[in-house]
Nanobody, 118 residues
Framework: VQLQASGGGLVQPGGSLRLSCAAS????????MGWYRQAPGKQRDLVAS???????NYADSMKGRFTISRDNAKNTVYLQMNSLKPEDTAVYYC?????????????WGQGTQVTVSS
């Protein structure tokens, strides 16, 4: 099972980016999916999460600017980021709780760099 993230890059303050993360491999189900971020010298923090039923949760600083969504048919989670600020610069990681056989495991994507700078 693998998670492949994409969509990072360099954007100016106030701009937008959309991150994608697709799960592949053999598994029974995907439960919660989410995005985390880690800035240099800081811990990895939750950005947003979404359950298999579509219930979302956001870190306070992202509310109103970021939107998490998922396409269960494509095993993919998205993060639409608007009104980006320099402090949003970080490596963004996707995560997923994936059921393999009868056991749920936590998987992580490889990380995608988001840089907000003029």
């Amino acid at each position: 099972v693998q998670l492949q993230a994409s969509g990072g890059g360099l954007v100016q303050p106030g701009g937008s980016l959309r991150l994608s993360c697709a799960a592949s491999g053999r598994f029974f189900a995907i439960n919660a999916m989410g995005w985390y971020r880690q800035a240099p010298g800081k811990q990895r923090d939750l950005v947003a999460s979404i359950t298999s039923g579509g219930v979302t949760n956001y870190a306070d600083s992202m509310k109103g600017r970021f939107t998490i969504s998922r396409d269960n048919a494509k095993n993919t989670v998205y993060l639409q980021m608007n009104s980006l600020k320099p402090e949003d610069t970080a490596v963004y990681y996707c995560s997923a709780q994936i059921v393999v056989g009868f056991v749920q495991y936590d998987y992580w994507g490889q990380g995608t760099q988001v840089t907000v700078s003029s």
